[in-house]
C-alpha cells in the first residue's frame, strides 16, 4: 500500500496545528477520500478546508471510530490527548501525538526525523510517537550538526515565541490589542496571557514551577536532553512575544573541544532541515520563516565568555515545522523505514 493511499485521522482538525497538517497532507496529494477530520462535539456540522479546492465535514471524537484508521495525528491539549489516544492504538491506529502529554515517558519515543530517526523503533509497544515543543524541533535540528562533531557540554538559550504557539485565539488576542492600542479604544483584558501582549514581551510560557522556571522551559530542557544527550546541562527562558507565526531562539554552546567557525557552518550546511546564512551580516527573522519548511540559521559566531563557546540565531515557522510537517516527516519516515508500525503491513 503506498504512503498515500493510507487513512489519516487528524484530531484537532480545526485548530491551528491541525490546519497545518491537513494542508501538508494535501500538499502531498493524500486523496481526500483518505482524510478524517475530527474535533469536538463543539464543532459539529462545521468543515475544514483540504488543500485549495476541497473541503471536510468534522467527525464528532468522542464516539470517533479509529478502527480504519492508520495513522492519527493528534493536534489537541495534553488533557484530551490523555482521554482518546489509548483508543486511538487499541483500535490499531499509529498514533503522532502533538501535545506534551507522553512526552517524557521512558517507552514513547521522542523525534524529530532529521536528529533522531532510529528512535522510531521504540514506538513498538505503545503505538505513539511523540512530536517535541515547537522549540525543541528547531533547536535540537539545527544543533545536532554541531554536537555530531564537537560534542555539546552546556546550552543557555532564550526563546522568542509566537502567540500562534498558543493557538488560533491568541493570535485573535494580537490583533485586537494592537488595533485597540492603536486605534486609542478601551483594552478587554484576555485570558490566555497574563499581561497584555501587543507592544509586549511576556517571560511567562505556561505554568510557574516550584524552582522558578516554567513549565515551557522545563520541556525544553528536558526535552533537548532526551533527543540529544542526558549529559548535556541546558538553561532556558522563554518569553512570548507580539509576533503572530514564528519562533526564534538565541542560543550560546559550550563545545568539549576548539573549533573553527567555518568548519561549524560547514557542518550545519549538511543537513538538509536548514538553511544557514553565509555571512555574518546575513541573518533571518520570523517573517521570513513563515510558510516556510525550513529552519534558518544565522549570527553564528564565537562567544569568548566561555571556553569553547559558539553563539547563533535560529528561526522556524512553528506551525509549520514546529508541529505540523515535523509530524508529517515523522509519518513518512514510519511508512518508509518501519512499516510494522502500521497495520495491514
Known amino acids: 500500500m503506498a504512503f498515500k493511499n493510507l487513512i489519516f485521522t487528524v484530531v484537532g482538525a480545526t485548530g491551528a496545528v491541525g490546519n497545518a497538517v491537513l494542508s501538508l497532507l494535501a500538499e502531498r496529494g493524500i486523496p481526500k477520500e483518505n482524510v478524517q477530520a475530527v474535533a469536538s462535539k463543539r464543532s459539529l456540522g462545521a468543515s475544514v478546508s483540504y488543500g485549495d479546492h476541497a473541503e471536510l465535514a468534522i467527525k464528532p471524537l468522542e464516539h470517533f471510530d479509529f478502527s480504519t ?16 489516544m489509548l483508543r486511538a492504538t487499541q483500535q490499531g491506529a499509529l498514533v503522532i501525538d502533538k501535545s506534551s502529554y507522553f512526552r517524557m515517558n521512558a517507552d514513547v519515543p ?6 533522531n530517526p532510529d528512535a522510531i523503533a521504540h514506538a513498538a509497544k505503545r503505538r ?12 535540537v535540528a539545527a544543533l545536532k550538526p554541531i554536537h555530531d562533531i564537537n560534542p555539546i557540554k552546556r546550552i543557555v538559550l532564550s526563546t522568542y515565541q ?20 492603536l ?32 513549565k515551557e522551559e522545563w520541556k525544553m530542557i528536558e526535552e533537548t536532553k532526551k533527543i540529544l544527550s542526558p549529559d548535556i546541562r541546558v538553561a532556558a527562558t522563554c518569553v512570548r512575544v507580539p ?54 540559521v544565522s549570527r553564528i559566531r564565537r562567544d569568548t565568555s566561555t571556553e569553547n563557546g559558539l553563539s547563533l540565531w535560529i528561526v522556524a515557522d512553528n506551525l509549520r515545522k514546529g508541529a ?14 518501519h512499516k510494522y508500525l502500521i497495520r495491514d503491513h
Not at 486609542?184 to 511567562?204: D, E, G, L, R, Y
Not at 505540523?324 to 523505514?337: C, D, F, M, P, S
Open 162 to 181: 509566537a502567540v500562534s504557539g498558543a493557538g488560533s485565539n491568541a493570535m485573535d488576542i494580537l490583533y485586537n490589542e494592537t488595533k485597540t492600542v
Open 69 to 84: 484508521t492508520h495513522i492519527a495525528f493528534f493536534a489537541v491539549s495534553s488533557d484530551i490527548s490523555a482521554e482518546y
Open 324 to 337: 505540523a510537517l515535523n509530524a508529517v516527516q515523522i509519518a513518512e519516515h514510519a511508512y518508509k523505514h
Open 183 to 214: 486605534m486609542n479604544q478601551p483594552s478587554t483584558p484576555n485570558t490566555t496571557f497574563p499581561k497584555p501582549i501587543a507592544f509586549n514581551v511576556i517571560p511567562k510560557i505556561d505554568v510557574f514551577m516550584d524552582d522558578g522556571g516554567s
Open 110 to 115: 521522542l523525534i524529530v526525523p532529521e536528529v
Open 243 to 296: 509576533v503572530f507565526v514564528g519562533h526564534s531562539i538565541a542560543v550560546t554552546l559550550e563545545l568539549t573541544q576548539t573549533f573553527d567557525v567555518k568548519e561549524i557552518i560547514k557542518a550545519l550546511k549538511t543537513s538538509k532541515a536548514l538553511k544557514v546564512a553565509g555571512t555574518i551580516d546575513q541573518f533571518h527573522t520570523p517573517s521570513e520563516a513563515a510558510q516556510e519548511d525550513y529552519i534558518f
Open 128 to 139: 505513539i510517537i511523540a512530536n517535541p515543543n515547537c522549540s525543541t524541533i528547531q533547536l
